[in-house]
């Protein structure tokens, strides 16, 4: 069943309109973006359950980032309530990822999902999943004239969202160096920032990511304290 459209409210600094491949799309603070034709949301590398992943190889991490992420999530769903979600691959850190969830944070996952269509991408963290989540598993798919996979193609990919990579943007020309999590388009295709909240992430310059763009119209739209701020690439490579 999907839901029913809400209605689209005035875009704020938690928000930045672009057009990627003459589709317009909506970034918003916490990393998610929208497709308000479709009224579909994306997220990508939610990386649920990394924290026990790495407890279970012997490193002590809090097992705090699905709570976190499973927040933010909550909070760009009641915003926006999308009819279609879509996770760009790594929704989980492993494959066994679903059987660790919580009673709780299984149930707020459930709740996010209830009365909407939900898509699984496959990433190179989770190209299966065990456990019994709602919602179909895809390789890509085509969405309002755009692919969406999780690792991007190599060369050109015109109307292209992926993830995979974690964009982080860096301006080295302010007082002090700021680095932030990022969505880098150059309005032929977008790289998605990391949404989970033990999720790193790559700089821009970094050779998997710059041949990806058109350093003259790239964009990075860096994400900090609940605002989008877009940033010429120029300025960050």
Same mark, same amino acid.
């Given at each position: 069943m999907s839901a029913v459209p809400g209605p689209r409210t005035p875009l704020q600094r938690q928000e930045a309109e672009l057009t990627i491949a003459d589709v317009a799309v909506v970034?918003?603070?916490e990393g998610a973006l929208l497709v308000p034709s479709e009224n579909a949301?994306?997220?990508s590398d939610l990386h649920?359950?990394?924290g026990s992943a790495q407890a279970v190889r012997g490193f002590p991490v809090p097992p705090y980032d699905t709570a976190a992420t499973l927040g933010a999530l909550t909070r760009v769903v009641e915003r926006t309530r999308p009819r279609l979600i879509v996770s760009l691959g790594d929704a989980f850190h492993d494959v066994d990822g679903p059987c660790r969830l919580t009673d709780g944070d299984r149930a707020t996952l459930l709740g996010v999902i209830a009365g909407r269509d939900m898509i699984w991408i496959s990433g190179n963290h989770d190209p299966v999943m065990? $456990? @019994?989540l709602p919602g179909a598993r895809a390789e890509t798919m085509s969405l309002a004239g755009l692919t969406l996979r999780h690792e991007p193609s190599r060369g050109q990919a015109r109307g292209e969202i992926a $993830?995979?990579?974690h964009p982080a943007a860096v301006l080295r020309n302010a007082p002090r160096a700021? /680095? /932030?999590r990022c969505l880098a388009s150059d309005g032929e295709r977008a790289v998605m920032p990391a949404f989970g909240a033990y999720a790193g992430g790559l700089d821009l310059a970094h050779p998997a990511l710059r041949p990806l763009f058109n350093r003259e119209t790239l964009v990075a739209y860096m994400l900090s @304290? $609940?605002?989008v701020f877009p940033v010429s690439g120029k300025r960050c490579l």
């Open positions: 970034i918003v603070a949301l994306i997220v649920f359950e990394k065990t $456990g @019994d $993830g995979h990579l700021v /680095r /932030r @304290d $609940g605002q």
